[in-house]
Structure formats: C-alpha cells, structure tokens
C-alpha cells in the first residue's frame, strides 16, 4: 500500500470530521419531535364561528298558554296591554309578522312583561290545507310547543297528515297524544270557537290586530305598532 503524503492525511482526517459531525446532527434531528403548524381560520371563518354562536345564544325562551278558546298567550298574564292577532299559515304577511316582528315585540315589550300576545287562527277556504294546519297548532300547543310548531306551519306547510306528522317528530312530541288529538272531535270543535270568535269581532282578513280592543287589519310596520304600545302604556 502506499503511503498517504501529509496533506492527504490532514485532508482525510478533516473529512472524516466532517462526516462524524454530519452522522451526528442527523442523530439529534431524530430525536427532536416535529412541530405540526396548525392552520389559523381565515377573519371570514372566524366571524361566521362567531355568528353561529351568538344565533344560538339568542334564541328566544317562550312560555306559551293554550286557552280554551284554542288562543295560544304568551307573556305576563297581567301585563298592562294585550295584543290579539288573527293570522294563517298560508298569509304572506301573517308570516312576515312572525318572523321579523315578533322577535323584537318579545324583547322589548313581551320579555319585560309589558305585552301579552294572543294568538288566533283563522282557518281560511281559500287555502286548501289551512284546516289542517290550525289542527296541527292546537294538538302541539297541547303539549306547550304550539310557537315552535307556528314556525314549522311557515315554513312546510300542512299538506298532508304526513308532514304534520314528521313536523311533530322533530319537535319531539308524543306522536301518540299527537295523533290523538288530531282525530278528536274536541279539536274540530276549539277551531269552530275560534271561527266563532272571529265572526264575533268582524275579522274577516288576516293578519287582523286588536290592541286593548283597538281593532287594525293587515301588517304595519313595526315602528307604528311600537309607537302604538308605548302610546298604550
């Protein structure tokens, strides 16, 4: 073999350096864990978590009574003004009230307990299902879901007794009781007294509104009907 001249000696042996060093560091890279970068929401994805939070926060408590007469109340049974209102599922206005004033007739005069609401249904012949409809309010406001059912009414209808059906399971009613009392003579009779109440103070269109007995017909706006309670307090 033959000989390594010095310079090819200092120049393996830094080599060799070099590579113990690099064995090394890959050793030690090994045994350090990985750090996993986690993906920040976008500002869009973070306000639309935030939004769902807040919708779910700001959900109304309701407690409703069913009268006799088949008229559902809500709010204080001795609050000062009293709003009766005559309405049907198929009503586009009668509609446009529930969803945009009733949310805040509930938090500034209903929740305070300076507004109690009633409300009426008129069946109408001029909707095929409105009959059933009005059924289907009365036998889950039995069961003290008569608003969530209202709600359901707006949006699917009652086009058949499937529907209701399905609308009482998923507001998780005794479909028992449910059906019973959709077949029971007593209920066809609490529509006939609300007919006959209707009758009685002239409503003959819906939405119809009686303020302390002030009677109005079709859907103000809401700065006029708070104006008109303030006015009443």
Same mark, same amino acid.
């Given at each position: 073999?033959?000989?390594?001249?010095?310079?090819?000696?200092?120049?393996?042996?830094?080599?060799?350096?070099?590579?113990?060093?690099?064995?090394?560091?890959?050793?030690?890279?090994?045994?350090?864990?990985?750090?996993?970068?986690?993906?920040?929401?976008?500002?869009?994805?973070?306000?639309? #978590?935030? !939004?769902?939070? *807040?919708?779910?926060? +700001?959900?109304? &408590?309701?407690?409703?009574? $069913?009268?006799?007469?088949?008229?559902?109340?809500?709010?204080?049974?001795?609050?000062?003004?009293?709003?009766?209102?005559?309405?049907?599922?198929?009503?586009?206005?009668?509609?446009?009230?529930?969803?945009?004033?009733?949310?805040?007739?509930?938090?500034?005069?209903?929740?305070?307990?300076?507004?109690?609401?009633?409300?009426?249904?008129?069946?109408?012949?001029?909707?095929?299902?409105?009959?059933?409809?009005?059924?289907?309010?009365?036998?889950?406001?039995?069961?003290?879901?008569?608003?969530?059912?209202?709600?359901?009414?707006?949006?699917?209808? #009652?086009? !058949?007794?499937? *529907?209701?059906?399905? +609308?009482?399971? &998923?507001?998780?009613?005794? $479909?028992?009781?449910?059906?019973?009392?959709?077949?029971?003579?007593?209920?066809?009779?609490?529509?006939?007294?609300?007919?006959?109440?209707?009758?009685?103070?002239?409503?003959?269109?819906?939405?119809?509104?009686?303020?302390?007995?002030?009677?109005?017909?079709?859907?103000?706006?809401?700065?006029?009907?708070?104006?008109?309670?303030?006015?009443?307090?």
């Amino acid at each position: 073999m033959v000989a390594l001249s010095a310079s090819r000696k200092i120049r393996y042996s830094l080599d060799m350096k070099r590579f113990v060093l690099l064995i090394a560091l890959l050793s030690l890279s090994a045994c350090v864990p990985t750090k996993v970068e986690q993906e920040i929401p976008s500002q869009e994805e973070q306000s639309e #978590a935030i !939004d769902t939070e *807040t919708t779910e926060d +700001e959900k109304l &408590t309701i407690v409703e009574r $069913l009268l006799p007469s088949g008229i559902i109340e809500i709010g204080d049974r001795d609050a000062p003004v009293v709003l009766l209102m005559f309405t049907e599922h198929h009503c586009r206005y009668c509609k446009d009230f529930y969803r945009e004033h009733f949310p805040r007739l509930h938090e500034d005069f209903i929740d305070q307990g300076k507004l109690q609401l009633q409300i009426g249904i008129l069946p109408l012949r001029k909707y095929t299902h409105s009959e059933r409809a009005a059924l289907g309010l009365l036998c889950a406001a039995t069961q003290g879901k008569g608003i969530p059912m209202h709600e359901l009414l707006f949006t699917l209808g #009652a086009k !058949d007794r499937a *529907t209701l059906m399905n +609308e009482a399971a &998923t507001l998780d009613l005794d $479909l028992n009781l449910f059906t019973q009392c959709l077949d029971s003579p007593d209920t066809q009779k609490t529509i006939e007294r609300q007919k006959s109440l209707a009758r009685s103070l002239d409503v003959t269109l819906v939405p119809t509104f009686f303020l302390n007995g002030r009677k109005a017909v079709g859907l103000p706006q809401y700065a006029d009907l708070r104006g008109e309670i303030e006015e009443s307090l």
